[in-house]
Nanobody, 123 residues
């Protein structure tokens, strides 16, 4: 069993930066892939970025490419999402997710989820 806890959300202005963290506990996450998803009010949960724990390979949604950076600190069992040049359309609850094996952009592929952290970007 893997427990995931997100932190770092908040209220910022357009153009600002924010860094999210996702701490994993309960068991080692070696061999797991991890991802960030987000869900805006009234919308479905959408893929943001993923990272493979094994080789740190990454993939980003087009909407965040060049602005967001996903990374991990393996000794700390923690994943990060550095968000720069934030836009009002980035406003959403951000969730981290984990699954054993290859990463996926499909939210249904993930077994473990955090409870989310809110990011609000004002114009």
């Amino acid at each position: 069993q893997v427990q995931l806890i997100e932190s770092g959300g908040g209220l910022v202005q357009a153009g600002d930066s924010l860094s999210l963290s996702c701490a994993a506990s309960g068991r080692t996450v070696d061999g797991y892939s991890m991802a960030w998803f987000r869900q805006a009010p009234g919308k479905g949960r959408e893929f943001v970025a993923y990272i493979r724990w094994t080789d740190s390979g990454t993939y980003y949604a087009d909407s965040v490419k060049g602005r967001f950076t996903i990374s991990t600190d393996r000794p700390k069992n923690t994943m990060y999402l550095q968000m720069n040049s934030l836009k009002p359309e980035d406003t959403a609850a951000y969730y981290c997710a984990s699954r054993f094996g290859q990463p996926s952009r499909d939210r249904t592929a993930y077994n473990y989820w955090g409870k989310g952290t809110q990011v609000t970007v004002s114009s």
